[in-house]
């Protein structure tokens, strides 16, 4: 450490730096310059003779293999002769003997020619004597007698003998020879043996191509590290080497050579160095002083420098970053103007502040230069507001804490404006504080987000307060009601069969229908005067709406509320010339009786309104405790209908349709009932609706149609009846477009003839797309089946579109005929639809009917098949033969 220190504290000029760098820098350069390239130079040196030694290996193994080739195929050549067969047809010795001295005179080449036998022993041979007695231990190999000649051995093919290169030295020569094997008339009789001795220059040959030494080794001679092995020639070895000598030498001469010029360039570095380094100083000091007029505040300051080189750039750069900065500053003027955000400065403690322009602008401080007293900031600030402005500034100034508020301003004109003030405390390097920050005209901008807050919290058909406002008026309902102890009332309302003015209207008549129901809640809950403080409505989504009623001074005020709703709503309306009726089921939950919570509140309303609709719609119900069992049961119910369906838990029963004026049983309605184990007899009506919601019913649907099927193909082929069996089937079956499918599957199953089963349809299944719903239909109703339209005159009944539905017969609902008996207006009534149904060609058929008064009464209105109590109520399957008989023979149930 204080050799660091002291070091730190020897201090060099530029000049003294720059002349021992540019010394170092000359130093190292010839040292490095020296050292590294050297030793990689002998690396990559190194290495080329590698790569040289590596290729004359590879091209002396080529040489030679080449040698190798062109002897076998010169020596396959002369075994392949007339006169070489001829001779060796004879398979005579000496004849053998001739022929190969014959060969070795005719051919230079040849050196030694041998003729061995089957198993390998030499029977005849030709040539150096030397040769001779060489070659014999390496061609003798293994014993041929597996396809030796004579009657015991096989024949051996061509194909089996392969012909065997010879290779060995003698002499310091190569000698090469082929071993090629013999056969007459494919019966292999031994071999003959060709060779030749290489050249006396051939090494030296090989030596010039491949650039390196190629000679004959003792192979018990280890391997130099420039000699590589190709391949044993015996009793020596062939091998390549290559000598580094010269490339050393080369090497030498070079460093000695970069050691002259290192040297030269350090002489040059040092007598440079000096007037380098000066001529670097004179454009340095310029910069420097304006540098130091700069920081002053002279910001007209330029260079404006006539150097070419990296001074003059550096400069130039000076110069334009100055442009820059006066741009920038104007540029940032001009932003804070469209902004509205001014900035400002005060020193803790002082009584003025420095304020942009901006600022002095927001603030309607036209004189008085840029300090403003801060008396006369704090007196622009709204006197509400003034004491949290106060408090900000002073946490701001003791504690450091920065602060960011929005309040409003008063201006001499009066004008009221709204603004953002932000400040942080900072401390300068000479220890001073300062609170900075900026103040921004938000006005526009606080306008702005009102009416965000508008479109989010209210509905944009009715203008009401949506379900988030709805959410959060709830919590401040029970929040207030929490402190003060009183009762909070919600109403939730839901339009009965809105769906059904949707699909048959349009709409555009719905959309009208939900604002007419909006202004008369809104004419109701104004209606409540001071009896209820602040009530509110909202619509939920769709056809819901729901009102809260805080502070709840008499309870006889919801009921009244509720029947207000009920009675303005029922009120028919016109709208585009249709003349609407709606009505509305309401749920009324109360805290804290249901629930402490906005969540428990909603729970007890949803149940109060689902029983309100169960019980006959147009009407309101408060939530009670009991209310509880029968939606958990629905609950339970939604659980167990899928295992039900899956498990076969449901059952058919069948309701006779009876001729009213021959009492014969000219039909069957299919009636599903379920006992389930846990919730007992569901009725219909509850689980019905419950699939259709869950979306079940498709499943259970296609169950009763397939049960349907069955039965009626039983009947058929027991001879029990042949009259048609009726079966509903639900609008999101038609939708769903599934139900053509299903029946042309189970017609073709069972054979049954489709005018054994008779489809009935609701007015409601046909209104959501009609002319898909009528093309349907008909297609039903061309494979052969008949169609009902079920329930007729309980919807939106068009006597046009009733003339266009492909069906066969019409079903008055029972309500129409309770008082058929006393009530002319409902006779009235009945007779005509009879008589429309009669102008349509369609049967009638009338439900419902429980004495005789009124089966002879339809009768004698022309009614074509009734349904009800008086003959039987639905029964199983197995009980129908019974019925026929009681009721074609005994009449009606006494």
Known sequence: MPVLRSLS???????????????????????????????RLAEDLERASQDRLEHAAAASLHFLENLQGASRQRHQAMSRTPEFLANLETADVPTLSALAERLIAREPSLDAVIFSNSRGRRIAAAGETEILSSVPGITRGRSESECAAGPEGRPCRRGDREVRPILFSTEGRLVVGTSVPLFIRDRFIGRVTFVEKSEPTLLEDWSRLSGARVELSDPAESLAELERSVRPVPPLELRVSH?????????????????????????????????????????????????????????????RSDRTDEFGSVADAIDTMLDHLESSQTRLERTQAIGRIGGWCRVVGESVVEASAELRAILGFSEGGDQVPMASIEGRVHPEDRAAFRLALERCEEFGLSFALDHRVVLDDATELVVHTQGERVREADGTLRIEGIVQDVTERKRVEEQVRTLAFRDGLTGLGNRRLFAESLQRAIGLAQQTLSPVA??????????????????????????VVAERLMDVV????????????????????????????????????????????????????????????????????????????????????????????????????????VSERRLRMETRLRSAIEGGEFEVVYQPKVDPRTRRVEGFEALLRWRDRDLGAVSPDEFVALAEETGQILALGEWVLREVVRQARDWL??????????????????????????????????????????????????????SRAIETLRSL?????????????????????????????????RSFILDIVDNEQDRALVRAIISIAKVLGLEVVVEGVEDEAQCDLLAEMGCDLIQGFLYSEGVAAEEVPEILGRIEGDGPVA
């Open 490 to 515: 919600v109403l939730f309302l839901d339009l009965d069969d809105f769906k059904v003015v949707n699909d048959t209207l349009g709409h555009t008549i719905g959309d009208q229908l939900l604002c």
């Open 526 to 629: 104004e209606e409540l005067g001071d009896v209820c403080e602040n009530p509110t409505i909202h619509r939920l989504g769709g056809d819901e709406f729901a009102i809260i009623l805080p502070q709840i001074a008499d309870w006889s005020v919801v009921a009244n509320c509720a029947r207000s709703i009920v009675d303005r709503i029922g009120a028919s309306v016109d709208l585009d010339g249709y003349d609407v009726q709606a009505s509305a089921s309401i749920g009324i939950a109360t805290w804290p009786d249901e629930g402490l919570d906005a969540e428990g509140l909603l729970t007890g309303c949803d149940t109060a309104m689902y029983h309100a609709k169960r019980d006959g719609r147009g009407q309101y119900r408060f939530y009670e405790p009991s209310m509880r069992a």
């Open 9 to 39: 504290a020897f201090r060099l000029s530029v000049l003294q730096r720059i002349a021992i760098s540019l010394c170092a820098i000359a130093t190292l350069s010839t040292i490095l310059a020296l050292a590294a390239p050297r030793h």
């Open 717 to 770: 082929e027991a001879g029990v009846t042949e009259v048609p069996i009726s079966v509903n089937v639900s609008s999101m079956q038609i939708e769903a477009n599934v139900l053509l499918d299903v029946m042309v599957e189970m017609l073709r199953e069972s054979g049954l003839p489709p005018a054994q089963i008779e489809l009935e349809v609701t007015e409601s299944a046909l209104l959501r797309d009609r």
């Open 243 to 303: 000598s580094f000598e010269a490339e050393q030498a080369a090497l030498d001469r070079l460093s000695a050579m970069m050691l002259i010029a290192g040297l030269f360039a350090l002489a040059v570095a040092y007598g440079l160095s000096v007037p380098l380094a000066r001529s670097l100083l004179g454009p340095l000091a310029e910069i420097r002083a304006a540098a130091d007029r700069i920081r002053n505040g002279d910001r007209a300051t330029r260079l």
């Open 781 to 813: 109703k061309n494979l052969g089946l008949r169609l009902s339209l079920d329930d007729f005159g309980t919807g939106y009944s068009s006597l046009g579109y009733l003339r266009c539905l492909p069906v066969d017969a019409m079903k008055i609902d």
